[in-house]
T-cell receptor, first 114, second 117 residues
Framework: TQLLEQSPQFLSIQEGENLTVYCNSS?????LQWYRQEPGEGPVLLVTVVTGGEVKKLKRLTFQFGDARKDSSLHITAAQTGDTGLYLC??????????????FGQGTILTVHP | DTGVSQDPRHKITKRGQNVTFRCDPI?????LYWYRQTLGQGPEFLTYFQNEAQLEKSRLLSDRFSAERPKGSFSTLEIQRTEQGDSAMYLC???????????????FGPGTRLLVL
């Protein structure tokens, strides 16, 4: 059983459409991060959220951290072909280590068609 | 380029052989992490170094795996007597960690893709 359940696993949409990726857990996280990974490369950090209810925007991307710090979502508005990639959520469990050991979700493979 | 580098980028080996991977973190980053990622999955934590001290090892890291970070700079991950199940992408990440800080940015290297035949 994954500690962080990410859904959907696959998403195929047309350019211009909106989409939302979800990351859910029964555990509380002190921080949660979203990464994007290109084939053959390491993950690249998009955003970190640390406060329950926090919303962060990065151009067309909106990230939300749940009030209880157990879940998060990534919303992309007007998707572009350049958004294609693997999106990963990852968190540092609350009450765990004093360092940033990350627990990752399974990832969402997003394909945006022209 | 001053990012995290890993070498080699790809490694093909026969079952039973030993392999060693190297990670060069961003200069002056005190924290270094190794993760393993199999196809279609997110990365899984393997081990963590604070400077030269290895402070945590995952249960995923069997006795065939050993990692070092001499002098608190580069790190190596060795797998002895490789098995087909070891085939995966091995990722290294480094960060400048501050005790008690909630936000810690880990910078990932490009990974070493291992294929065990």
């Amino acid at each position: 059983t994954q500690l962080l359940e990410q859904s959907p696993q696959f998403l195929s949409i047309q350019e211009g459409e909106n989409l939302t990726v979800y990351c859910n857990s029964s555990s509380v996280f002190s921080s949660l991060q979203w990464y994007r990974q290109e084939p053959g490369e390491g993950p690249v950090l998009l955003v970190t959220v640390v406060t329950g209810g926090e919303v962060k925007k990065l151009k067309r991307l909106t990230f939300q951290f749940g009030d209880a710090r157990k879940d998060s979502s990534l919303h992309i508005t007007a998707a572009q072909t350049g958004d294609t990639g693997l999106y990963l959520c990852a968190g540092v469990r609350a009450g765990g280590t004093s360092y940033g050991k990350l627990t990752f979700g399974q990832g969402t493979i997003l394909t945006v068609h022209p | 380029d001053t990012g995290v580098s890993q070498d080699p980028r790809h490694k093909i080996t026969k079952r039973g052989q030993n392999v060693t991977f190297r990670c060069d973190p961003i200069s002056e980053h005190n924290r270094l992490y190794w993760y393993r990622q199999t196809l279609g999955q997110g990365p899984e934590f393997l081990t963590y170094f604070q400077n030269e001290a290895q402070l945590e090892k995952s249960r995923l890291l069997s006795d065939r795996f050993s990692a070092e970070r001499p002098k608190g700079s580069f790190s190596t991950l060795e797998i002895q007597r490789t098995e087909q199940g070891d085939s995966a992408m091995y990722l290294c990440a480094s960060s400048l960690g501050v005790q008690g800080a909630l936000e810690e940015t880990q910078y990932f290297g490009p990974g070493t893709r291992l294929l065990v035949l």
